[in-house]
């Protein structure tokens, strides 16, 4: 079992920073895969980003790429969440998420992780 608890959402311009972190306990956390989601009202849960157990492997969602950031501190028990360049269509509650499978091939899909956090906001204003 693995309790994943998100960490640094809020409001901010368009054009702003935010770094998101999720706090995991529980389990030895650098046998898990991590992953980003959020959710816009009235939306689906979006693929954010991957990043493998040991950190090497990272995949980008489109709306990420070349703007958002991951890492991981395996001795923290921790994975973080650089956003940058924000937009008002960023405006979503993110969740963390882990997953056993660190070699999915559907790291994308919410069904392949096995815990999630409670989520953080995010809300960017134009």
């Known amino acids: 079992q693995v309790q994943l608890v998100e960490s640094g959402g809020g409001l901010v311009h368009t054009g702003g920073s935010l770094r998101l972190s999720c706090a995991a306990s529980?389990?030895?956390?650098?046998?898990?895969?991590m992953g980003w989601f959020r959710q816009a009202p009235g939306k689906k849960h979006e693929f954010v980003v991957f990043i493998s157990s040991s950190g090497v492997r990272t995949y980008y969602g489109d709306s990420a790429k070349g703007r958002f950031t991951i890492s991981r501190d395996n001795a923290k028990n921790a994975v973080y969440l650089l956003m940058n360049s924000l937009k008002p269509e960023d405006t979503a509650v993110y969740y963390c998420a882990a997953m056993e499978n660190d070699y999915s091939g559907s790291y994308y899909r919410i069904e392949e992780y096995d815990y999630w956090g409670q989520g953080t906001q995010v809300t960017v204003s134009s």
């Open positions: 529980g389990h030895t956390f650098s046998d898990y895969a």
